[in-house]
């Protein structure tokens, strides 16, 4: 079965330090993954993918992931993290049925 | 301009109604889809529709219906509410034909409480 695993419900951050949120993949043949952002009370808005090529991909807002084939991973990072940042991020894979299978989410916090 | 968007925004209802709910997109996207986020914000596909036609229907109880009269518009009808209903239902639509490597744009959301 195509799974996405995110590893923590929650990551607490100062902001101007690093973030990091995880993400673990099982998706048959060639990985399609996905990073999106949920603010409170919204839709959720793509951030970016990895479908080929560079390990590192770059996206919107600063936001940067790093797909890793051998660990089958594709963490979420940015170097220095703002309070605007704290959301809901979700992590999804595409399945061979033309699906998204999304994670179950990381509510990410921010600290001034 | 309001990419997709969904109406209504909150709807409260007793058990045992119908209620529908209205998805449009001016993206000029072929493909649409229906989520729903549970109360542990879990996410799970329903429907999509590509160019009216339906292409994925989950496990989903017959109940749901979704209703493409065009592909700038994809319904949800919904009959016979039950309390398990209570979630946030979104849109999305995408450009092409595939769900697995394009990126979906949402709607804002529809809150739906089964009292």
């Known amino acids: 079965a195509q799974s996405v695993a995110q590893p923590e419900d929650q990551v607490n951050v100062a902001e101007g330090n690093p973030l990091t949120v995880k993400c673990t993949y099982s998706v048959s043949g060639n990985p399609y993954l996905f990073w999106y952002v949920q603010y409170p009370n919204r839709g959720l808005q793509f951030l970016l993918k990895?479908?080929?090529?560079?390990?590192l991909v770059k996206g919107s807002y600063g936001f940067e992931a790093e797909f890793n084939k051998s660990q089958t991973s594709f963490h979420l990072k940015k170097p220095s993290a703002l309070v605007s940042d704290s959301a809901l991020y979700f992590c999804?894979?595409?399945?061979?049925?033309?699906?998204?299978?999304f994670g179950q989410g990381t509510e990410l916090s921010v600290k001034p | 301009d309001t990419a997709v968007s969904q109406t209504p925004k909150y709807l409260v209802t007793q058990m045992g109604n119908d209620k529908s709910i209205k998805c449009e997109q001016n993206l000029g996207h072929d493909t649409m889809y229906w989520y729903k986020q549970d109360s542990k914000k879990f996410l799970k596909i329903m429907f999509s529709?590509?160019?009216?036609?339906?292409?994925i229907n989950e496990t989903v109880p017959n109940r749901f219906s979704p209703k493409s009269p065009d592909k700038a518009h994809l319904n949800l009808h919904i009959n016979s509410l039950e309390l398990g209903d209570s979630a946030v239902y979104f849109c999305a639509s995408s450009t092409g034909t595939s769900g697995r490597r394009d990126e979906q744009f949402f709607g804002p959301g529809t809150r739906l409480t089964v009292l």
């Open positions: 990895y479908i080929t090529g560079d390990n």
């Open positions: 529709y590509n160019n009216k036609e339906l292409i």
């Open positions: 999804a894979g595409g399945d061979q049925g033309g699906k998204l299978i």
